[in-house]
């Protein structure tokens, strides 16, 4: 195949209404994924764990809850 047929060939291809409504579609496709991704970026961030500074009302909760602890499991397992 010379190099004049093998240009007209391919530019025969890459004129195709099917391959530009392919290539046409591909791009929306892509342009709305990322645009769902970006959009959805900022409301799934990674948020740092830090404890809680405690305040006088948490100190005072933390200091009046009863601890109780009780001999009999409701389990009925017995300690060796």
């Given at each position: 195949?010379?190099?004049?047929?093998?240009?007209?060939?391919?530019?025969?291809?890459?004129?195709?209404?099917?391959?530009?409504?392919?290539?046409?579609?591909?791009?929306?496709?892509?342009?709305?994924?990322?645009?769902?991704?970006?959009?959805?970026?900022?409301?799934?961030?990674?948020?740092?764990?830090t404890p809680k500074?405690?305040?006088?009302?948490?100190?005072?909760?933390?200091?009046?809850?009863?601890?109780?602890?009780?001999?009999?499991?409701?389990?009925?397992?017995?300690?060796?």
């Amino acid at each position: 195949m010379q190099s004049s047929a093998l240009f007209e060939l391919i530019k025969q291809v890459v004129t195709s209404w099917q391959v530009i409504a392919v290539t046409v579609a591909v791009i929306l496709f892509l342009n709305l994924i990322f645009s769902i991704t970006r959009g959805r970026r900022n409301s799934f961030k990674i948020q740092k764990m830090t404890p809680k500074k405690k305040t006088k009302e948490n100190k005072k909760a933390e200091s009046t809850e009863i601890i109780t602890t009780e001999d009999d499991d409701d389990l009925g397992l017995e300690e060796a």
